[in-house]
């Protein structure tokens, strides 16, 4: 019988996080560490894509990655 890995809820989300930091990053032609960092300067992790993760994760991706990117760059501007 094979073995399978358990995941906590905890593990789940933080896959998802770098997941969609990965799509924003590739989508924009960015690195994921300037994603990472600009999403971070904003609280976008802590404060959008965690609490609202069973929600977004429901997405399709591409809904989702346009959605970040939109979220992003308004966030950024202060609006």
Not at 48 to 60: A, K, M, T
Request: a negative charge; proline letters at 1%.
């Amino acid at each position: 019988m094979e073995t399978r890995i358990q995941l906590s809820k905890d593990e789940i989300v933080m896959g998802f996080v770098a997941s969609c930091i990965e799509d924003v990053a590739d989508t924009l032609a960015l690195d994921y560490l300037e994603v990472y960092q600009r999403m971070d300067a904003v609280r976008m992790i802590e404060d959008y894509i965690i609490p609202n993760y069973e929600v977004l994760h429901s997405e399709s991706r591409k809904n989702l990655t346009d959605s970040l990117i939109d979220t992003l760059k308004r966030w950024e501007e202060g609006v």
